[in-house]
């Protein structure tokens, strides 16, 4: 009996890893790519639009600090390309930004001019989903009794 409840407990285990463990950790998404964040070669539009992101994925932004930064701004100052009033910036040249909650996260470079070049990033974060319902794992599988049943002494009380 006590052998039952243990492998019950394991299997329930093993549904609740496989219902909630895709939400731990999430996805580390490079922006542009083996490109990273430059003014050059990459179409930041394309690039986030072939990815899903959810809460819990992080950007990880590698540019070269000398010459670039990641300013995060609102809608209306992303399509002005307006740095002057960020709500963050980073200028490490190796910045990762977990994305905490869902809805538009707005990213340019603040240095004059290349935002207007085509560095700049809108992304869509989605709320974190479960993911795919594994199916129930079945209980432990019982052989038919023998033709020989055990006497009443013997037989299991439940």
């Known amino acids: 009996m006590a052998l039952i409840k243990s492998k019950s407990l394991f299997t329930s285990l093993l549904i609740l890893v496989a219902l909630f463990g895709v939400s731990v950790g999430g996805?580390?998404?490079?922006?542009?790519?083996?490109n990273g964040w430059t003014?050059?070669?990459v179409d930041y539009k394309t690039w986030a639009s072939s990815?899903?992101?959810?809460?819990?994925?992080?950007?990880?932004?590698?540019?070269y600090k000398d010459f670039h930064d990641v300013t995060?701004?609102?809608?209306?100052?992303?399509?002005?390309?307006n740095s002057?009033?960020?709500?963050?910036?980073y200028q490490t040249g190796f910045d990762t930004v977990t994305l905490t909650k869902p809805g538009l996260y707005n990213f340019i470079c603040g240095v004059p001019g290349h935002c207007d070049l085509g560095q700049k990033v809108q992304i869509h974060v989605l709320p974190t989903s479960l993911?795919?319902?594994a199916a129930p794992?079945?209980?432990p599988v019982r052989s038919p009794r023998s033709s020989s049943s055990p006497s009443p002494a013997n037989t299991p009380q439940y």
């Open 72 to 81: 995060e701004v609102t809608h209306n100052d992303f399509q002005l390309c």
């Open 137 to 139: 794992v079945p209980g």
């Open 39 to 41: 003014m050059m070669g």
């Open 27 to 34: 996805t580390v998404h490079k922006v542009g790519d083996s």
């Open 51 to 63: 990815r899903t992101f959810q809460v819990g994925d992080s950007l990880v932004f590698a540019y």
């Open 84 to 89: 002057s009033k960020p709500l963050t910036r």
């Open 131 to 133: 993911g795919p319902v």
